[in-house]
């Protein structure tokens, strides 16, 4: 079965810290993906990436970078956490125009106190 | 810019019954493609179906069925036959060009609750 994993399922940090979110695809997808979810807004694009080392802002990429060093593996660093990035967040992964959509890991939940 | 609207936040149904959960979407792209997400209570999104802009039948995928409408710029989910274990969130999106890859744009979400 194939997968998306992300390392934690809920996190617990403090205003200020670096943050790695780490993710991991079994599928040899060329595309990962971080969102962020939040009630009322849906899910919006953080960053992506296309290939190793490539990568591309999406629509609320401040606050964040990410590190793509092999295809398997999209990591999210939250440089200096703050309250405001409390949220779910959802890596996923896919191949360039399926009709599959993207493949989903379970989740992180995170909160900056 | 592509965008997605969902205009129910919430929509109620009997077991058994026939639902439709609207979705219109904004794109100047000849080419792209409509999907539906399933989110329960757990959190887990899961791909439920997808309609191609060429697409001249409308996708069917079980109990799911797109009502796609490509003049109105309308892509509904429709599910017959509503079971308790279809409550979650529902959410549709569209695959949008960016840079040399495609990203997905989602809605914010309907929430649908089936009740007994």
């Known amino acids: ?113 | 810019a592509q965008k997605i609207t969902q205009t129910q936040p919430g929509m109620f149904v009997q077991e058994k019954e026939a639902v439709t959960l609207d979705c219109t979407y904004d794109t100047s792209d000849q080419s792209y493609g409509l999907f539906w997400y399933k989110q329960p209570s757990s959190g887990e999104m899961i791909f439920l179906i997808y309609q191609g802009s060429y697409d001249e039948q409308n996708a069917t995928e079980g109990r799911y069925s797109l009502n796609f409408q490509k003049a109105r710029k309308s892509a509904n989910l429709v599910i017959s036959a509503s079971q308790l274990g279809d409550s979650a969130m529902y959410f549709c999106a569209m695959r949008a060009p960016q840079g040399g890859s495609e990203k997905l744009v989602f809605g914010k979400g309907t929430k649908l609750t089936v009740n007994p």
Not at chain 1, 88 to 97: F, N, Q
Request: net charge neutral.
């Open chain 1, 1 to 113: 079965d194939v997968k998306v994993t992300q390392s934690s399922r809920y996190l617990v940090k403090r205003t200020g810290e670096k943050v790695f979110l780490e993710c991991v695809q079994d599928m040899d997808h060329e595309n990962m993906f971080w969102y962020r979810q939040d009630p009322g807004l849906g899910l919006r694009l953080i960053y992506f990436s296309y290939d190793v080392k490539m990568k591309e802002k999406g629509d609320i990429p401040e606050g964040y970078s990410v590190s793509r060093e092999k295809k398997e593996r999209f990591s999210l660093i939250l440089e200096s956490a703050s309250t405001n990035q409390t949220s779910m967040y959802l890596c996923a992964s896919s191949l360039l125009g399926g009709t599959y959509g993207y493949t989903f890991g379970s989740g992180t939940r995170l909160t900056v106190v």
